[in-house]
């Protein structure tokens, strides 16, 4: 299974774009599926969408989707979420996490990345 | 696609077992697949895979935690609770419903009194 290290917490002002990370060791990473999980202050989990690392497919949750852009480098074996223009609700815990193809579980999880957006 | 329904809070003392519902539709749950996990987390943690398949353990997960489904609902049993088991429980699910095809619980905190 692989490893996920996400990048930094950030601190932005509404109408920022942002871009966080999610960086993949430990095996191939084109054999798995990344997802991205927001956690909002005190909240549950929800699923914004997931992109399989191996090819094209991406789905994102309808209410997610034309907010942010889920993407990946298989390059370096990297997963991006990103947001052009922020707003002070999107202040919570970013979390990816992987599923090998096939798999119906998400094994693996990177630490968090805390996005806070205040003016 | 609404969040499956799991209750809000579960208490037990320690040695106890306890047992948290996922309630879901034909359209997750109650689908013809085994694909319910389940996650813990504790505060400021991120989520820990405990179970896979419906009823998997993944290596190095203590054989307290067992999972089970019955129809449109899933269960996550706890026995012989310890302190150590306090913190917030999650249901996930694929889902034929909508993208991306996954959903989870509303979480569950678990206390130990």
């Known amino acids: 299974e692989v490893q996920l290290v996400q990048s930094g917490a950030e601190v932005k002002k509404p109408g920022e774009s942002l871009k966080i990370s999610c960086e993949c060791s430990?095996?191939?990473?084109?054999?798995?599926?990344i997802g991205w999980v927001r956690q909002m202050p005190g909240k549950g989990l929800e699923w914004m969408g997931i992109?399989?690392?191996?090819?094209?497919?991406?789905r994102y949750s309808p209410y997610f989707q034309g907010q942010v852009i889920i993407s990946v480098d298989r390059s370096i074996s990297t997963a991006y979420l990103q947001w052009s223009s922020l707003e002070a609700s999107d202040t919570a815990i970013y979390y990816c996490?992987?599923?090998?193809?096939?798999?119906?579980?998400?094994?693996?999880w990177g630490q968090g990345a805390l996005v806070t957006v205040s003016s | 696609q609404s969040a499956l329904t799991q209750p809000a809070s579960v208490s037990g003392s320690p040695g106890q077992s306890i047992t948290i519902s996922c309630t879901g539709t034909?359209?997750?749950?109650?689908?013809?697949?085994?694909?319910v996990s389940w996650y813990q987390q504790h505060p400021g943690k991120a989520p820990k895979l405990i179970i896979s398949d419906v009823s998997h353990r993944p290596s190095g997960v203590s054989n307290r935690f067992s999972g089970s489904k019955s129809a449109n609902t899933a269960t996550l049993t706890i026995s012989g609770l310890q302190a150590e088991d306090e913190g917030d429980y999650y249901c996930?699910?694929?889902?034929?419903?909508?993208?991306?095809?996954?959903?989870f619980g509303t979480g569950t905190r678990v206390t130990v009194l």
């Open positions: 430990g095996d191939s990473f084109t054999n798995y599926w």
């Open positions: 996490a992987s599923a090998r193809n096939g798999n119906s579980y998400w094994h693996s």
């Open positions: 034909y359209s997750d749950v109650g689908g013809h697949h085994n694909s």
């Open positions: 992109i399989y690392a191996g090819g094209s497919d991406t």
């Open positions: 996930n699910s694929y889902t034929t419903s909508n993208s991306p095809n996954y959903v």
